[in-house]
T-cell receptor, first 115, second 112 residues
Framework: DAGVIQSPRHEVTEMGQEVTLRCKPI?????LFWYRQTMMRGLELLIY????????DSGMPEDRFSAKMPNASFSTLKIQPSEPRDSAVYFC?????????????FGPGTRLTVL | SQKIEQNSEALNIQEGKTATLTCNYT??????LQWYRQDPGRGPVFLLL?????KEKRKERLKVTFDTTLKQSLFHITASQPADSATYLC???????????FGAGTRLAVHP
């Protein structure tokens, strides 16, 4: 049974470039979450979707970040333009129920380095 | 604003002993609390959920307590093994925040 799939696993880019991170949630799950993890700030929720609809994007740091979920099996997190302070590990997670309290299943993460 | 505190120092214990990790929260009253395990280079993995009306929850060698008066959760691993070495994250939910808010985590090292 495939878990949450994220791509790419590693991304190195230069400041100012556009970065797109991809996520495929577990089939049948109704909620999808994007997190960012750094040593300084820990694991922070950026945005979450219920049934493909964004519910809470209060964690999105600024307008350079955007997320979409065009269908139940795919989501993207885009950073444009990227900055060195965006360097972090970005996790996607999904849960079965439409509520953030439900058990969340995390993907392996994308390690982003912005030079 | 809400604050979640976990021991920032790594916890080093001998194999076979009980490990106890602490999660304190302030400025709000979550209704639930989850614990996750994270290994290096991997995403967190769910371990246990405890509700505010449950004082204690157990799963195999794991035990979690939730003291709403002290605003604290304790996470115990009995008969610890080197394979239990990881970072453990607590994540309260509720109390006005409809999302999990993760603590910084405590790194546990179990030595043979």
């Amino acid at each position: 049974d495939a878990g949450v799939i994220q791509s790419p696993r590693h991304e190195v880019t230069e400041m100012g470039q556009e970065v797109t991170l991809r996520c495929k949630p577990i089939s049948g799950h109704n909620s999808l979450f994007w997190y960012r993890q750094t040593m300084m700030r820990g694991l922070e929720l950026l945005i979450y979707f219920n049934n493909n609809v964004p519910i809470d994007d209060s964690g999105m740091p600024e307008d350079r970040f955007s997320a979409k979920m065009p269908n139940a099996s795919f989501s993207t997190l885009k950073i444009q333009p990227s900055e060195p302070r965006d360097s972090a590990v970005y996790f996607c997670a999904s849960s079965l129920a439409t509520g953030a309290i439900d058990t969340q299943y995390f993907g392996p993460g994308t390690r982003l380095t912005v030079l | 604003s809400q604050k979640i505190e976990q021991n920032s120092e790594a916890l080093n214990i001998q194999e076979g002993k009980t490990a106890t990790l602490t999660c304190n929260y302030t400025n709000y009253s979550p209704a639930y609390l989850q614990w996750y395990r994270q290994d290096p280079g991997r995403g967190p993995v769910f371990l246990l959920l405890i509700r505010e009306n449950e004082k204690e929850k157990r799963k195999e060698r794991l035990k979690v307590t939730f003291d709403t008066t002290l605003k604290q959760s304790l996470f115990h691993i009995t008969a610890s093994q080197p394979a239990d070495s990881a970072t453990y994250l607590c994540a309260p939910f509720g109390g006005g925040y409809n999302k999990l808010i993760f603590g910084a985590g405590t790194r546990l090292a179990v030595h043979p």
